[in-house]
């Protein structure tokens, strides 16, 4: 079962701060959260792994919390970079990451 | 440079002609993956192998097939193609360490295949 991601879409101006989160239903072994540019693949950004293990970007920030199977991924002084789509990935088994439908960012001057 | 590649880009073709979507990856990585990347629906597994001979369905398997003869190659069959299955289809593959998913398995994807079914 696919992760909630809200909101589904967002629009920033240029140094403006945004939220995007992520829920599941089941248990979480991590979640993994990458971006999408149009057109392009998508590109990892940060795995939170139960524990607090943390391994990503060092611009991106992002929060696990465990009991709640939810993580957030926090954005802030966005930059016209920062557009695009961005999908968490639930860990609920062993072997595969399920993600959620993406939250679209576009980042206005 | 490491990296996953897909052939074709870009397909258009018709109802029941079978087509095959390639995937090699140079990193020596023992995961592959195949998703289906459909407008609101977000990325959906179709089928994984986490290593040679060791294939496994992911959530929407239906009217696709794999194989994984070699640890580089992981190809995706469309024995009869339907108009339903036009979408954007990646190629990804990981590290496998562990027995699980760690913060060593980064999912590297391909560029993406664009499919259309007439």
């Known amino acids: 079962q696919q992760p909630v991601q809200s909101p589904q879409a967002v629009i920033l101006r240029e140094g403006e701060d945004a939220v995007i989160n992520c829920s599941s239903s089941k248990a979480l072994y991590s979640v993994h959260w990458y971006r999408q540019k149009h057109g392009e693949a998508p590109v990892f950004l940060m795995i939170l792994l139960k524990g607090g293990e943390q391994k990503g970007h060092e611009k991106i920030s992002a929060s696990f919390n465990e009991k709640k199977q939810q993580s957030s991924l926090y954005l802030t002084a966005s930059q016209l970079s920062y557009s695009g789509t961005y999908f968490c990935?639930?860990?609920?088994?062993?072997?595969?990451?399920?993600f959620g439908p993406g939250t679209s960012l576009s980042v206005i001057p | 440079e490491a990296q996953v590649t897909q052939n074709p880009r870009y397909l258009i073709t018709v109802t029941g002609k079978k087509l095959t979507v390639t995937c090699s990856q140079n990193m020596n990585h023992e995961y592959m993956s195949w998703y289906r990347q459909d407008p609101g629906l977000g990325l959906r597994q179709i089928y994984y192998?986490?290593?040679?001979?060791?294939?496994d369905k992911g959530d929407v398997p239906e009217g696709y097939k794999v194989s994984r003869k070699e640890k580089r190659n992981f190809p995706l069959i469309l024995e009869s193609p339907s108009p339903n299955q036009t979408s954007l289809y990646f190629c990804a593959s990981s590290a496998w360490t562990g027995g699980a998913f760690s913060g060593a398995n980064v999912l590297t994807f391909g560029a993406g295949s664009r499919l259309t079914v007439l």
């Open positions: 192998s986490m290593n040679v001979e060791v294939t």
């Open positions: 990935g639930a860990q609920t088994s062993y072997d595969k990451v399920i």
